[in-house]
């Protein structure tokens, strides 16, 4: 692996992050169905000053991903995120692609 591959694989950044002392949470697409943007395993790792690398959508869907990854670092709970057409959020995010993806967002360490 080079360094610019490890520069810019999330995990390897969440790793780098974490061990500079930031609060990091790591959001990882589980589930797809129908047209999504990412496939499953897609990661998007998230600081406590909303800073971020990597990708589990695009568009709107990862800002609300950041928003709640913001609430997992506070509060340590990890959450289940779920997209889709057929939800209301999926219009007012932007997955509007007629798929549906789950995102599971958890704190490092």
Known sequence: MTTDTILRDPLAIAESWFGEGRSVAIATVIETWGSAPRPVGSH????????????????????????????????????????????ETAWRVGLSCGGRIRVHVERLG
Request: with cysteine; aromatic share 4%; hydrophobic share 45%.
């Open 44 to 87: 998007l790792v998230i600081d406590g000053e909303g800073n971020f690398e990597g990708s589990v959508s695009g568009g709107c869907v990862e800002g609300a991903v950041i928003t709640e990854a913001l609430d997992v670092i506070e509060s340590g709970a990890a959450k289940m995120l779920e997209f889709g057409v057929a939800d």
